[in-house]
């Protein structure tokens, strides 16, 4: 729809927040379009749930410090999570294990074989990461 084919209030109704009127009583064309942005401090603004307030200054910023923390967390699982499969043939190769080649990189690439102990792990660790990234 084009703008000549729209009725005028509704064109100026609608356009009327992004483009300022002049103020000078005249009818001509729009000023600049400004932004109005405020900036304000306040140590009790609510920054993980509205029942955990700050209500003084250290408060704050133990909270901030404690997210900042929480989000890193939630990147080292999963970073752990996407290299599983590398650092399980670490620890195995550590330990001497004699099934180091199904966690070889060396080796062909192929399905290694199902094992319970491996999907119970990943699965915990994805609902521990399911869980922090709820929380965050």
């Not at 890193?72 to 190769?93: E, G």
């Not at 192929?110 to 609902?127: F, I, S």
Request: proline share 6%.
């Amino acid at each position: 729809m084009s703008m000549e084919s729209m009725p005028m209030a509704s064109a100026t109704s609608s356009m009327a927040h992004m483009m300022p009127m002049p103020t000078d009583g005249s009818t001509s064309a729009p000023m600049e379009m400004t932004m109005v942005m405020t900036f304000f401090t306040s140590s009790t603004t609510p920054l993980f749930t509205k029942t955990w307030t700050p209500t003084s200054a250290g408060q704050y910023a133990g909270t901030c410090i404690f997210l900042i923390a929480f989000a890193a967390i939630f990147r080292a699982l999963l970073a752990v999570r996407f290299n599983y499969d590398h650092i399980l043939a670490a620890i195995n190769r550590g330990r001497g294990d004699d099934q180091i080649f199904l966690y070889s990189d060396e080796t062909k690439p192929g399905r290694r074989p199902w094992r319970a102990k491996e999907a119970v792990t990943l699965a915990a660790m994805d609902v521990l990461i399911a869980a922090v990234s709820y929380l965050l």
